[in-house]
């Protein structure tokens, strides 16, 4: 069965530092892989997801980017945050079984930018 | 553009009551529609799913959801909560598989608390 694992799980940085949360995922080849930010009192939003190695789309304009160096590992990345950057953030893939268009969820990064 | 509506922000049951949660889509053809939870601080975890079929379906934890294709909406009930069902619950709408990535358009969530 797929397994995602997001690290780290928390995590608290200055405004202007840099930002660098992975996640990896088992038991399933070429998936497609999302990232997702869930700010407080508000639901998920789709940031960027991946077709496969080196293929990323962007769907939010922003500070962010991302990147696929290898078939099961997703990173979420930032040269300088903000404090609008903090946010819990979920990494998912899809789809998740066949005939299916369902995504998966890993447990979250949840992100503090003081 | 697909879009989710859930109405309520908040909801609050006694243990053993009745639940519905409302969810309103919006979409251009037969959507995909989910039915996710999350615990506070976890991931999303799938309550059920509607492709096509029957347009009542049963998930996990004693959820069920009806699809009402003339409504546009999938409420999601259980017929008695229990206090381990405080949680967020969010409704998602997407597409039929194309073969490229399916991205689910997700609402903003309903918090639902349980009272002893």
């Known amino acids: 069965s797929q397994t995602i694992h997001q690290w780290p799980a928390t995590l608290v940085q200055p405004v202007g530092s840099p930002l660098s949360l992975e996640c990896t995922v088992e038991?399933?080849?070429?998936?497609?892989l999302y990232w997702y930010r869930q700010a407080a009192g508000r639901g998920l939003q789709l940031l960027f997801y991946?077709?496969?190695?080196?293929?990323i789309s962007s769907e939010v304009p922003q500070n962010l980017s991302a990147s696929r160096p290898q078939d099961r590992q997703f990173i979420l990345s930032s040269k300088k945050l903000l404090l609008s950057d903090s946010g819990f953030y979920l990494c998912?893939?899809?789809?998740?079984?066949?005939?299916?268009?369902?995504?998966?969820f890993g447990p979250g990064t949840r992100l503090t930018v003081l | 553009a697909q879009s989710v509506t859930q109405p309520d922000i908040h909801i609050t049951v006694s243990e053993g009551a009745s639940l519905e949660l409302r969810c309103n889509y919006s979409?251009?053809?037969?959507?995909?529609l989910f039915w996710y939870v999350q615990s506070p601080g976890q991931g999303l975890q799938l309550l059920l799913k509607?492709?096509?079929?029957?347009?009542l379906v049963q998930g996990i934890k004693g959820f069920e959801a009806e699809f009402k294709r003339s409504q546009s909406s999938f409420n999601l009930r259980k017929p008695s909560v229990h206090w381990s069902d405080a949680a967020e619950y969010f409704c998602?709408?997407?597409?039929?598989?194309?073969?490229?990535?399916?991205?689910?358009?997700f609402g903003t969530g309903t918090r639902l608390q349980v009272t002893l």
């Open positions: 998602a709408v997407g597409p039929s598989l194309t073969g490229t990535a399916s991205k689910l358009t």
């Open positions: 998912a893939l899809g789809p998740w079984t066949s005939g299916s268009n369902e995504q998966f």
């Open positions: 991946s077709v496969g190695i080196g293929q």
């Open positions: 038991g399933t080849s070429n998936p497609n």
């Open positions: 509607y492709f096509s079929g029957d347009t």
């Open positions: 979409y251009g053809a037969t959507p995909y």
